[in-house]
């Protein structure tokens, strides 16, 4: 019985941790195809820039690792903004199949850039000191930096969650994913609203990209590998919903370590197998809207 509260303990710790990697990635995929109705396949490329910049600014620049981590979010939020003003703006109206074919298309070049830039092979980004290590928590030890990735991302969770709820951005944000028209007829500049979301959203993807390096490693193909397990976390949570990318990223980060810790043979069957299910249930996903 211990064994089996040891395991079962390890496949919580590190599943949620996984987890909350994929809800910092996903959360602004799902408010930007809610808010926006655009279906940006590209949004992991964000997530690898993320990660290649934060690579760069600690071994290139010998940035210390926090401010690293900071400024590649910072650089990719800005570059998104640009964009998203340049190219993605101008694809808003037009149907699903010329978007999907955009997004793909900026999939091919990012990864043709990042293997020109990086080459082929996983890279990772150096950890603290203060990482490496373990922590004691009550009577068991757990590695310093998924301690940090779960803490990291409840503190980004709770001040997300509180900005969209209690202050006016919030506010308009919801309204424009509610019903975009009548936004826009009471005074919400909807443009500059677009624009700013998605440069969060962005933003939020290289910091999951960049802080999970080590539980995802970055790879110029990182994009077409990752791009399923996005979509997945956003389709079982449901679109436009803060609430829902958090509670999919937990049910698919808690099965698959614990399906690949039980039969790795199956790979990822059981997470497919498993949505497609709840899918049939409830197409607009668990918190989905009508």
Known sequence: M?????????IAF???AYGMILYAISVGLSVTMG???FVNLAHGVFAMAGGYLMITATQKLGLPWLPALAASCVAVALASAVLERTLYARLYRA???EQVLFTIGLIFISVALARLAYGPLPQAAPL???LKGQIALGERQFPAYRVAVIASSAVLIAVLWAGLERTRWGAMVRAAV???PMAESVGINTRRLFTLTFALGSGLAALGGALGADLIAITPVYPFE????????????GLGTLRGPFLGALLIGLSDTAFKYAVPQFGAFFIYAATMALLLWRPRGLLGRA
Do not use: C, K, R, Y
Request: glycine residues 14%; hydrophobic residues 55%; charged residues 10%.
């Open 178 to 180: 509610d019903n975009g």
């Open 2 to 10: 211990h064994a089996l509260a040891d395991s079962l303990i390890s």
């Open 128 to 130: 603290p000191e203060v």
């Open 95 to 97: 149907g699903e199949l």
């Open 226 to 237: 990752q791009l399923v397990t996005f979509l997945i976390v956003v389709a079982l949570g």
């Open 35 to 37: 808010l926006m109705g």
């Open 14 to 16: 590190h599943g949620l």
